[in-house]
């Protein structure tokens, strides 16, 4: 999930950053850089998870970052903002408590994965995996916005006939 969400955001950082401003929580100059953070930490959550590199810290993190998304859309949503989360970017659209509900449930994954693996004893292949992917986590917003999926960041595809948009 980590890894969907990081890579539909890191195709259009700039609308993920318009998402973030809407929620109207941090200042308009921070929220750029803030698209570009959550993306890194997001798929560095992935890396880890996919490699299961340190599990209990990947879970603890998952958990931290599931209870911050849970408050800044409850808080978002209590000013009046029922726009849809920058979640998956532009791609899935979800009411607020869809939102909360969807990530209450991975919140009590990553909880379960915290305590399920208290006693994993670490193998020299996720360490090696993990290094090995870990450049994913720096290129994927570099790149990401020059891949060739804009339909999955616009509502166009190649073709339409725009002529009646009002510009």
Request: overall charge negative.
């Amino acid at each position: 999930v980590w890894a969907f969400a990081a890579f539909l955001k890191a195709l259009d950082p700039a609308a993920f950053a318009d998402q973030i401003t809407a929620h109207e929580l941090s200042p308009e100059s921070w929220n750029t850089i803030l698209a570009i953070v959550f993306i890194v930490v997001e798929m560095l959550l992935a890396v880890a998870h996919l490699t299961f590199f340190k599990p209990r810290l990947a879970f603890l993190g998952s958990g931290l970052l599931l209870l911050f998304f849970i408050g800044v859309t409850g808080w978002a949503w209590s000013q009046g903002n029922t726009e849809g989360c920058g979640c998956f970017g532009r791609l899935a659209a979800r009411k607020p408590w869809e939102v909360i509900l969807e990530d209450s449930g991975f919140l009590a994954a990553a909880v379960l994965g915290f305590f399920l693996t208290r006693d994993w004893k670490p193998r020299r292949v996720s360490a090696v995996a993990f290094a090995a992917l870990l450049p994913l986590v720096v290129v994927l917003p570099v790149v990401g916005p020059s891949l060739p999926f804009d339909s999955l960041v616009t509502t166009f595809n190649p073709g339409e006939d725009m002529s009646s948009l009002a510009a």
